[in-house]
Each structure stands twice: as structure tokens, then as C-alpha cells.
């Protein structure tokens, strides 16, 4: 098998006793936390259908919402820009930046901004960036990435991050978080103080009134948003409601779905520069909103769903293949989990990220994790398909045409009951000669011998339960019947 | 009043390694005094298939199935995951061809897993099974997130005579098999499975029960590589249970 970046990856993550402690933290109180909040409260069902259902009324109406929106912006005196690839994204951002001399960029912690990959475009123009959310700014500081939406350090523990603030930001090391994090803050807020402008994100952007909110535990975002004098917002173009009451409904499930929180501690509205009566803010504010790929995904049918995604990272916390496995391992994309297996092979490549679409065991827990409901495993397999056979449409190459030759072989006995038990006795005369201990088959070669690496396999029985059933079940002398009810009891004694 | 007769469907991991759960099956069906056939000409439900991509496969092997059982009255299968096939995705495999999806509901709607047949159809709690055994219960993905059952697999072990039950940490979580992904990613599967086996061991029972031989084979084949005695037993097998 060819060297997958995905398990290489992997291996290590499974044996880095820290990170699977870190995780199990996040995924036992987050993820538990929403699963069974899910559970206890069926009447939240209805807020979930009624959020999916506005979310996907608006992406049917996309164009016209966009076209509000970018009017209720420039009304308020904001500047609107269509970024059809993540480079004309950066490009206006530079290109504004480098007209207004900004030296120092402070940014709210955004996943758009990694996917459009600012940050390597502003050292490039000698523009200095600091990240100011918490995990986001200790990730930069270790010159790493996320490796979870909304947690983006899960993977450092207090020691970890006590000798890389000791020996990054200069301060006495320390392992008791309060002063490490206040360490962090005081440092941050120097950055912010001397911004020359501020690049968020979008959560939200609302048409109707034309402003973006942005959702934060530490304040950070609203001070990225409106002390520096320039604000730039980054929008994947999917990330729009009609009004405020829509708003309203999807913000309750994005920070329950982020954090369990009824709400977070800072939501801002951002929606243009200071004008009259509204002192506080930025001088100029531009609204990007970015494509880059979103407009093909909308576009398919099977896939259009996952733009529904309120980027809330609860897949993520119940994901067994993300617990063991962490967000560094999904090929270092921008998004792992459940979510970046979907969206990272849409936006890159199906081929390139084919371990993404095939490395989850469809078993479901996302499903039911989303606030929004989007269908995951339904869409891992349609990727599966297209890895499986090849597609024009998304250029996908077929990925092992060998594999596809065992599956039509194996396909050919499932309609052929004969071919199939003779396919039966082949495998059990090879199992027969392979080592056995207990009854149990324990080195195999070909497809099994990744079984037998860590696992025993039993064997082919002697007889199937077909040729069983022919030679003694189907006349098999019945018990005398019982009496109706005899070996029933009621129901009602159920636990 | 009449028992509508039961279609045995016995997916194709229990017919070439398990078929003792499939005569377990039997024993608990005839101790009812159900009526039971075996449709012949079973391979398998396509769900490998389905699960690594190949849905044109997956939809020939639909096909033959749908052929086979749709005269039936009720079918039973001993394999949570597989009736989620049939019921859920039998019919996406055939959303351009009307009729054939229609078909496909049809006998989606008559198929059954095990446990679920017993409690909600048949209404039965207490199987008439003693095991005098400490048993733990795996939840598998598809019965349990695809078709929401979990109390009828517990009423059912409640209900055994000499049975302990105990549940295990984290019952509901995957145990890494995923079909092919078991031996694409076996690093990974077996992080999981290793996962599954210590809330198993921390339970304390002396076997763990499910509705899936494929986890089962999953959890059983790393159980016997990592030298452990915990036994594994399909549902049915503890309910044909007789001993005094």
C-alpha cells in the first residue's frame, strides 16, 4: 500500500499519550455534553429543522441574499468585495493593506483565513500578523496549526504551553494557567493597541441589516473588529441568514453545538465604520465575501448539504476516529474531523484527499451530533463513489481499479448463490492452512494480513448455516407448542 | 390468531463463520413457536460494497435480495447494520428507477433485526433463555444510530434467567470495524477496538453481547490476540440459552 500521509499521521497521534488525554477531555464533556443534550431535549428538534430549513431556503436564494446583503453593507458605509478564488482574497487584502501602510495586522480567529491562506501573504508583503484568540495565537507562536475548529491548541497541555510562552513571549515559566494566560493577554493586548487593521472571520452575516456577527469566548474578536482602524471580514459565501431572526436561531445552535453555551460570552455585530452616534469602531471596514469553490459544491446536489455547516466543530467531539486520531492528522487541512472529510476533499481535491473520505468508519456519531443535522456519512459515501469509479464532473481519478476488479468479481458471486459458496469453500480451504491458536486464525496474507496484524480472525465454519439449515434445520423436529403467553411477559416490566 | 411466518435472513457473516447464531436464531424462534423459513439462494446484502464506494455492485446485490424476499412475510436478520441496508439505503441505491424503489421500500419495511422483531413485534420480553453469565452489551452503530434500537436488546438480556447485566462505559461507541476500513486504516481500527475492550474488561462481565457479528468478529478477534478470556456471544445465542 502506498505511504498514507493520513496514517503516518495517525500512528502517531494514537501514541501520543498527551493528545489522547487532551482529546478525551474535549470529547467527554463536549461531545457527550451535545449528544445527550440532543437526548434529553426533543423539543430542541424543532429549532434544528427549523434552522436547516432556513439555511437551505437560503442557499436556493443565495444570489438575491448576497446582493442584500452587499447593499445593506455599502449603506452603512462599508465596502463589499466578491472574491471568486482565495487569491483575489488575499490580493485585495494586500492591496489595501500595502495603500494604508499597515504594518501590523491583529486577526480573530478565522478558519476562512486559514483556508484562504493569508497568513503566509502577509509575511510575504513584510506585514506582521498576530493571531489574538488564545489557542490560535499559542498555535502561531508554535509555528503549527489548528488542530480543532474551535479548541485550535487542544493538542498542548499546560506544560506545553508554560516553556513555549517561557521561551517565545519571554515570561518566567510558569505551569499554572491563570498566569499563563494572563501572560498571554497582556502581550496580546500590546498588539492590539498598535494594529493598524483587523482580519476576522464571519459567523453570521445578516442581508436585512448588513452587518456580520462574531462569536467569542475572550473578547478577542470585538477588539480585532474595532480598535485597529481598518477592519477586514472574511465571508464564505454560504455563511448567510435573511434576517435577525434567523440569526438568532442559528447563533443559539452555534454555540451550543461549539460549546454547550446558551450563548457565548461576546457576540459582536460588525456591519461598517464609526458614523454619527456610533463612535466606536473601525474607520474602514470591507466585507470579502469568498467563493473558492463554494459555488461548485452548491451546485451538486449530493454535496450542496454540507454548505449548511455552521463550522461549530461538534462532529469533531464525537468522532471515534477523531479522538484517536486529531485534527493534525487530516493530511494538515483546514478542517479535520467529520467535517474536513467532506469539505477538504470538495474545496481540494477528491483525489488528493482520498484517506479523508475513506478513513471513518461511518458509524453514525456525526450524524447525530450536528446541530443542523447535515449527512455526513451520506456524503463520505458519494465521495467513496467517485473514488470507487472515477468522476468527470469533479475530475476525479479512478483511485484503484484493481480494488474495483475484486468488487465486481465479489459482486459477480453475490448474484450467483453457486459462485458465491464455492467462493466460500476456496477462502476456507486458504484459511485452513494459515497458523491457528485457540480456534482462531492468526496470520493471513493478502487483504486479511492487515486484519492479522493486530487481530486473530476466525475461521470459515465447516458447514454454512445454508447447508446446515438444508441438511437438518429445515426438517428439524419442532417443540411441542407452547402455550400463547406462557414465555411472554408483559412489557411493562421493562427498564 | 395466525403468526405470520419468518423469513430467516441471514447475512453472509453469520452464514460462513457464525452459523451457530443463525441455529441459535432458530432455537429462540421454535421455543416462540414462530414459523420459519429460509429463503435460498442468501449471499450477502451488498453492504461491503456499498460502505468502500461501489454502489453499482452494492445495487446488483440489492437487486438479487429484493428478488429473493420480497414474497415474504416477515423477514428477521441477526445483524443490526444489514437491515439498516436494506431499509435505508436499498432505496437511495434505486432514486432513479421509481418503481424499483418502490419495490425496495416495500421490503425494506418488512425487514427486521432480531431483537427489534422480538420486542416490537412479537412483543415478547422474556425469551425463556437462562444464562447464568455476567453480560455486558456493545451497541453497534447502524442499530443504533441508523435504527434507534437500544431498549430491546436490554429488555431482552433483563429479562434472562441468571443473567447479570452491566453496563459498559461508552456503550454506543464504535468499535473500529467500519468494514473495509479495518484493514485500510488498521492502526486506527485497532486504537478503537482497543478502546471498546478496555471499557469492556472495566465492566466486569464475563461476556459481551451484541446484535452484530461484525463487531462481534472485530471485538473477538483482538480479545483473542490480546489473550483475554472475555467471551463474545451474539443475542441470540444467550437467548436459544437453556441451561439449568
Not at chain 1, 445593506?72 to 485585495?92: D, I, K, Q, W
Request: one cysteine or more.
Amino acid at each position: 500500500m502506498n505511504k498514507s500521509f493520513y496514517r503516518e499521521n495517525a500512528k502517531k497521534a494514537i501514541a501520543d499519550d498527551k493528545l489522547q488525554a487532551a482529546i478525551d477531555l474535549i470529547q467527554d464533556r463536549l461531545g457527550k455534553g451535545i449528544l445527550n443534550l440532543w437526548k434529553e431535549k426533543p423539543e430542541m428538534d424543532e429549532l434544528r429543522n427549523r434552522v436547516k430549513a432556513a439555511k437551505n431556503k437560503n442557499l436556493k436564494n443565495l444570489d438575491i441574499l448576497l446582493a442584500q446583503l452587499a447593499d445593506s453593507v455599502e449603506a452603512r458605509g462599508g465596502h463589499v468585495f466578491f472574491a471568486e478564488t482565495a487569491e483575489e482574497a488575499r490580493l485585495y487584502t494586500i492591496e489595501l493593506a500595502k495603500r494604508r501602510h499597515v504594518k501590523l495586522v491583529v486577526k480573530g480567529k478565522s478558519m476562512l483565513s486559514a483556508e484562504i491562506k493569508i497568513d503566509q501573504a502577509l509575511v510575504d508583503a513584510g506585514i506582521e500578523h498576530w493571531e489574538t484568540d488564545l489557542g490560535e495565537y499559542l498555535v502561531q507562536l508554535d509555528e503549527d496549526i489548528p488542530s480543532h475548529i474551535i479548541a485550535p491548541a487542544v493538542h498542548m497541555n499546560r506544560e506545553h504551553i508554560g516553556d513555549l510562552l517561557a521561551k517565545r513571549i519571554g515570561m518566567p515559566l510558569s505551569y499554572d494557567p491563570p498566569t499563563l494566560t494572563l501572560a498571554a493577554r497582556k502581550a496580546l493586548r500590546r498588539k492590539f493597541l498598535k494594529a493598524d487593521m483587523g482580519i476576522t472571520g464571519c459567523n453570521i452575516a445578516i442581508a436585512e441589516t448588513g452587518q456580520v456577527s462574531l462569536v467569542s469566548n475572550e473578547g478577542n474578536i470585538r477588539m480585532a473588529g474595532t480598535m485597529p482602524p481598518i477592519h477586514v471580514a472574511l465571508m464564505g459565501m454560504e455563511r448567510i441568514v435573511a434576517n435577525m431572526q434567523e440569526h438568532k436561531d442559528m447563533l443559539q445552535l452555534l454555540t451550543l453545538g461549539a460549546a454547550m453555551q446558551k450563548i457565548s460570552t461576546y457576540v459582536s455585530f460588525n456591519g461598517g465604520p464609526v458614523a454619527e452616534g456610533c463612535p466606536d469602531g473601525p474607520q474602514e471596514f470591507h466585507l470579502i465575501i469568498i467563493d473558492n469553490g463554494r459555488s461548485k459544491i452548491l451546485a451538486d446536489e449530493t454535496f450542496s448539504e454540507i454548505l449548511n455547516c455552521i463550522r461549530c466543530g461538534a462532529c469533531l467531539n464525537v468522532c471515534p476516529v477523531y479522538g484517536k486520531i486529531g485534527g493534525h492528522s487530516y493530511n494538515r487541512a483546514t478542517c479535520s474531523g467529520p467535517i474536513g472529510a467532506v469539505i477538504e476533499p470538495l474545496l481540494n481535491g477528491i483525489n488528493a484527499q482520498a484517506d479523508l473520505c475513506k478513513g471513518e468508519t461511518l458509524c453514525g456519531a456525526c450524524l447525530k451530533a450536528c446541530p443542523v443535522k447535515n449527512d455526513i456519512p451520506r456524503m463520505l459515501l458519494a465521495l467513496r463513489e467517485k473514488l470507487a469509479y472515477g468522476d468527470e464532473k469533479w475530475a476525479v481519478e479512478q483511485q484503484n481499479p484493481l480494488e474495483e476488479l475484486a468488487f465486481r468479481g465479489v459482486g459477480a458471486a453475490m448474484v450467483s448463490p453457486g459462485l458465491w459458496h464455492t467462493g466460500e469453500k476456496v477462502v476456507r480451504a486458504i484459511m485452513k492452512k494459515k497458523p491457528h491458536q485457540n480456534n482462531m486464525v492468526t496470520a493471513m496474507s493478502g487483504p486479511g494480513r492487515a486484519w492479522t496484524e493486530d487481530r486473530d480472525l476466525p475461521p470459515i465454519a465447516e458447514k454454512s448455516f445454508a447447508r446446515l439449515w438444508k441438511e437438518k434445520l429445515e426438517n428439524r423436529p419442532l417443540p411441542a407448542e407452547k402455550k400463547e403467553g406462557s414465555s411472554a411477559k408483559d412489557e411493562g416490566e421493562e427498564k | 390468531m395466525v403468526k405470520r411466518k419468518v423469513s430467516l435472513f441471514i447475512q453472509c457473516l453469520v452464514d460462513s463463520m457464525f452459523p451457530h447464531v443463525g441455529e441459535a436464531m432458530v432455537t429462540v424462534f421454535d421455543r416462540l413457536g414462530i414459523p420459519l423459513d429460509y429463503p435460498s439462494g442468501q449471499t450477502c446484502c451488498g453492504q461491503p460494497s456499498f460502505n468502500a464506494g461501489y454502489q453499482r455492485e452494492a445495487r446488483k446485490a440489492a437487486l438479487h435480495f429484493i428478488e429473493l424476499f420480497e414474497d415474504c412475510e416477515d423477514i428477521v436478520c441477526p445483524s443490526g447494520s444489514c437491515v439498516s441496508m436494506v431499509r435505508n439505503h436499498y432505496p437511495e441505491l434505486f432514486k432513479d428507477s421509481p418503481k424499483m424503489q418502490e419495490r425496495a421500500r416495500a421490503v425494506g419495511k418488512r425487514c427486521y433485526e432480531f431483537s427489534e422483531y422480538l420486542v416490537d413485534q412479537l412483543g415478547v420480553s422474556d425469551s425463556g433463555a437462562t444464562f447464568k453469565r455476567k453480560v455486558t452489551y456493545h451497541d453497534s452503530c447502524h442499530l443504533y444510530r441508523s435504527l434507534g434500537i437500544d431498549r430491546q436488546p436490554r429488555v431482552l438480556l433483563n429479562n434472562v434467567k441468571g443473567l447479570e447485566f452491566v453496563e459498559m462505559k461508552d456503550s454506543t461507541q464504535c468499535c473500529g470495524f467500519g468494514g473495509t476500513f479495518s484493514v485500510n486504516y488498521p492502526e486506527i481500527s485497532t486504537a478503537l477496538v482497543d478502546e471498546k475492550i478496555k471499557n469492556i474488561l472495566a465492566s466486569g462481565a464475563d461476556v459481551v453481547c451484541g446484535c452484530d457479528m461484525s463487531c462481534l468478529m472485530n471485538i473477538k478477534g483482538r480479545l483473542s490476540r490480546l489473550g483475554e478470556t472475555v467471551e463474545v456471544a451474539h443475542l441470540a445465542e444467550i437467548l436459544a440459552g437453556s441451561e439449568k
